[in-house]
């Protein structure tokens, strides 16, 4: 089974921080992905990438930027975090293979920002 | 852009049959998830649809017309563990995922 871990399960950050979430994936994965997830909105894409060093930006990638320096590592970044960036974030992995195109999803960081 | 539309919410007996609808409008289409999200988990892989037609898999099956844009979720014999929200998500070309907002299903005893 693809493991997608997620560096915190709850985090609390005042307004102006700056704010890093990391993901790691333990399944060598093309594709990894940052959604946002709010009541009666579902999940919303941020940023997604395609391989080291490639990224792309999702439906709301405003206040955000991301990092994939290794295949295995995705970092969110809120450069200036802001109380409408209280959510929960979930992480996402995903191979390239033909038919396999499953999304396996972290665990999520419950994000307050005060 | 992807537009997809499911229910809120629904209320089922244990032991009963439950029919989550989804439709869905996108400009490119590559199948159909469906996922379960238990309170304060992450999503888990139910079911995936490219060709038209119901797959079943245990107590669960999930249909797909796409003309229709359409796809359900069938939870048969249903159980207390089934409790959860359910969400739909259409793939793209690009192997982005969108998703519907969700259906939360509430199983009474």
């Known amino acids: 089974d693809v493991k997608v871990t997620q560096s915190s399960r709850y985090l609390v950050k005042r307004t102006g921080e700056k704010v890093f979430l990391e993901c790691v994936q333990d399944m060598d994965h093309e594709n990894m992905f940052w959604y946002r997830q709010d009541p009666g909105l579902g999940l919303r894409l941020i940023y997604f990438s395609y391989d080291v060093k490639m990224k792309e930006k999702g439906d709301i990638p405003e206040g955000y930027s991301v990092s994939r320096e290794k295949k295995e590592r995705f970092s969110l970044i809120l450069e200036s975090a802001s109380t409408n960036q209280t959510s929960m974030y979930l992480c996402?992995?995903?191979?390239?293979?033909?038919?396999?195109?499953?999304?396996?999803f972290g665990p999520g960081t419950r994000l307050t920002v005060t | 852009g992807q537009n997809i539309d499911q229910p809120t919410e629904m209320t089922a007996t244990e032991g009963a049959i439950v029919q989550i609808n989804c439709t869905y409008q996108?400009?490119?289409?590559?199948?159909l998830f469906w996922y379960q999200q238990h309170a304060g988990e992450a999503p888990t892989f139910l079911s995936y649809n490219v060709l038209d037609g119901l797959e079943e898999k245990g107590r669960f099956s999930s249909f797909l017309s796409r003309s229709k844009g359409y796809s359900y979720l069938l939870l048969k014999e249903l159980q207390m563990k089934d409790s959860a929200s359910y969400l739909c998500?259409?793939?793209?070309?690009?192997?982005?995922?969108?998703f519907g907002a969700g259906t939360t299903v509430t199983v009474r005893a």
């Open positions: 996108t400009s490119g289409f590559n199948g």
């Open positions: 998500a259409v793939l793209s070309n690009d192997y982005k995922l969108s």
């Open positions: 996402a992995a995903s191979t390239r293979a033909v038919f396999s195109y499953e999304q396996y």
